[in-house]
């Protein structure tokens, strides 16, 4: 199946910076979603972005289906950012997780 | 909020109780998935259900049994659990199109299992 790897595993930033987070698979993707999970567990979407550019706020994202990667930006980070990031896409089949990047955000 | 609940939100079961996880979407979707959060390992999923019919089981022990009635109800039957089955188990929904997926999936807040 499809093999997702997601960089850094683990990041810490102090509040206010910028940061970016990787994405590479390895196979034609047909969806590539990015959410944050809270401490709760629960997933938010973040982006829907099979390729091309979205900005939402302070976040966005980029993929590049044809060098299969995709790229998470959070500008002006803050404590609320903390969490962990996963990226998940879709081939043929069904949608695979990364291992996420853990974000903790100091004040 | 996402329009995708699930309860409850936390359950503790003995290896020999038998319980059911429960999950509802509102958004109108026509498919409908269990996935398994383990610690440190990514989310699994375990079952797909488009149009009611189970369309994919990901080698997932018979302990675990879905059930679909309707395209915003989906449930998980539990028995004789192991404690290694102890994680988060979330729901999600997306709209498939006759081709195929690559849509959106929403997923529900989980329920955290833990068995004693």
């Known amino acids: 199946g499809i093999q997702v790897e997601q960089s850094p595993p683990d990041l810490i930033l102090q509040e206010g910076a910028n940061s970016t987070l990787r994405c590479n698979f390895s196979d034609s993707v047909n969806n590539l979603q990015w959410f944050h999970q809270n401490p709760w567990g629960q997933l938010i979407n973040l982006f829907y972005i099979p390729s091309g550019t979205k900005q939402n706020g302070r976040l966005s994202a980029t993929t590049v289906a044809t060098e299969r990667y995709s790229l998470l930006y959070i500008s002006s980070s803050q404590t609320t950012d903390s969490g962990v990031y996963f990226c998940?896409?879709?081939?043929?089949?069904?949608?695979?997780f990364g291992k996420g990047t853990m974000l903790l955000v100091s004040p | 909020e996402t329009g995708v609940t699930q309860t409850p939100r936390h359950l503790v079961m003995g290896m020999t109780n038998k319980k059911s996880l429960k999950c509802e979407q509102h958004?109108?979707?026509?498919?409908m998935y269990w996935y398994k959060q383990s610690a440190k390992k990514p989310l699994e999923l375990m079952f797909v259900y488009s149009l009611e019919e189970r369309v994919e089981n990901n080698s997932v022990p018979s302990r675990f049994s879905p059930e679909c009635p309707n395209s915003s109800h989906l449930f998980l039957h539990l028995h004789t659990l192991q404690p290694e089955d102890s994680a988060l188990y979330l729901c999600?929904?997306?709209?498939?199109?006759?081709?195929?997926?690559?849509?959106?999936?929403?997923f529900g807040p989980g329920t955290r299992l833990t068995v004693t």
């Open positions: 999600a929904s997306s709209q498939e199109s006759i081709t195929g997926r690559g849509y959106e999936q929403y």
């Open positions: 958004l109108g979707h026509n498919a």
């Open positions: 998940a896409v879709e081939g043929y089949s069904t949608l695979t």
